[in-house]
């Protein structure tokens, strides 16, 4: 990419500055904002930061493959997009961008239940891109399996259930700029179909637990007879709640705490990896998002069993900074830097990270 077509950041160091000064502060916040005093936010980087690579050196090196499949779908990176609502209030070109610019880069685009388009919009934006569809649980099975239904019919070809939003967290920061998600942004996919956020109990008491919530695991049964695309359940950090997705047939987990934006001192999702991965790794692919911002920790997750990384926040920055051209750029610098660290690690394939790479 020429230097006159950069979308105005070169490095990845560079990124989340640029993209600060393109928003306002209250959607700044709301992008950058976790829950609580965000000791979870921190740690999920953190817990990256503490990590240290032991490299190999004079390996012959006949090329470099950072591809992968993610559900028997080949794609050129073991990263994808993670799901983050509302992408349109950061910029106008919202979600059909972001997946444009997946699509071209051959990665996994996850799309949000809370997006600012319709799913069959981003669907068309991703032309034969690889598409995964997150659900969250409407307060009629009915509803949730109305989504489903327009999921399959576009052409996603999984879809991830978050699991880990009972209510929404108490989030100070976002509150105290005065962003909220239940205030009435426009969602794409039509105002029948709500967030947790805009689902009150039925006396209106907002802290209540939802009634569609009271099934616990068995909606994934319910679920899991409703489509016949594959479920991965995202935000997963213990080993017993990794058993149970995937004894109820889930063929992926996502190893997340939501960012950093749900319960604030949970543990990192990079200090949960091993545990799941050691308790279903043989049985579904193990997935993790939250704290990921260089090629370096795309390999260190891997390194630990990850199959990929997902991005969240860092596809919002490039967003925000250039739209389909930012997040193109985003991309194609993230994996540049992961095959320059493949190169300097001795790994011609992602096969060849392991915890032989990892520091004690």
């Known amino acids: 990419m020429g230097s006159a077509s950069l979308p105005g950041f070169r490095t990845l160091s560079e990124l989340e500055a640029a993209a600060q000064g393109r928003l306002p502060p209250a959607l700044w916040?709301?992008?950058?904002?976790?829950?609580?005093?965000?000791?979870?936010?921190?740690e999920n980087l953190g817990a990256f930061r503490r990590r240290a690579l032991r490299p190999r050196v004079l390996v012959p090196l006949r090329g470099l493959d950072p591809t992968t499949t993610l559900l028997h779908t080949r794609v050129r990176s073991p990263f994808f997009v993670a799901p983050t609502a509302y992408q349109g209030q950061i910029h106008p070109e919202g979600e059909p961008a972001v997946a444009r610019a997946a699509a071209d880069a051959g990665v996994l685009g996850v799309f949000s239940t809370l997006s600012t388009f319709p799913l069959e919009e981003i669907a068309r934006a991703s032309g034969a891109g690889p598409r995964w569809f997150q659900l969250y649980l409407q307060p009629t099975f009915d509803r949730t399996v109305d989504l489903v239904r327009r999921a399959e019919r576009a052409g996603f070809t999984a879809i991830v259930l978050t699991a880990d939003v009972p209510l929404l967290a108490v989030r100070d920061r976002q509150a105290r700029e005065g962003f909220a998600l239940d205030a009435p942004v426009p969602l794409g996919n039509g105002?029948?179909?709500?967030?947790?956020?805009?689902?009150?109990?039925?006396?209106?008491?907002?802290?209540?637990?939802?009634?569609?919530?009271?099934?616990?695991?068995?909606?994934?049964?319910?679920l899991r007879a409703a489509t016949h695309l594959p479920i991965v359940v995202k935000g997963i950090l213990r080993a017993d709640d990794a058993r149970a997705a995937v004894d109820r047939g889930a063929r992926g987990i996502v190893v997340s705490n939501h960012g950093g934006r749900q319960l604030d001192r949970a543990v990192s999702s990079l200090a949960a990896l091993p545990e799941v991965l050691a308790e279903v790794g043989k049985e579904a692919e193990v997935y993790l998002d939250g704290g990921v911002r260089r090629g370096s920790d795309v390999a260190i997750a891997l390194s630990l069993g990850a199959r990929a990384v997902g991005l969240g926040r860092p596809i919002l920055w490039a967003l925000a900074v250039g739209g389909k051209a930012g997040v193109a750029r985003y991309l194609e610098?993230?994996?540049?830097?992961?095959?320059?660290v493949m190169a300097l690690c001795g790994c011609e394939s992602l096969a060849q990270f392991g915890p032989e790479l990892l520091a004690p």
Do not use: C, H, K, M
Request: negative net charge.
């Open 29 to 42: 916040d709301y992008v950058q904002g976790g829950a609580g005093d965000e000791r979870t936010l921190a």
């Open 191 to 222: 105002p029948e179909f709500v967030s947790p956020a805009r689902a009150p109990a039925p006396d209106g008491d907002r802290y209540r637990l939802r009634p569609e919530l009271s099934e616990g695991w068995a909606i994934l049964d319910r």
């Open 333 to 340: 610098l993230l994996r540049e830097e992961l095959v320059n």
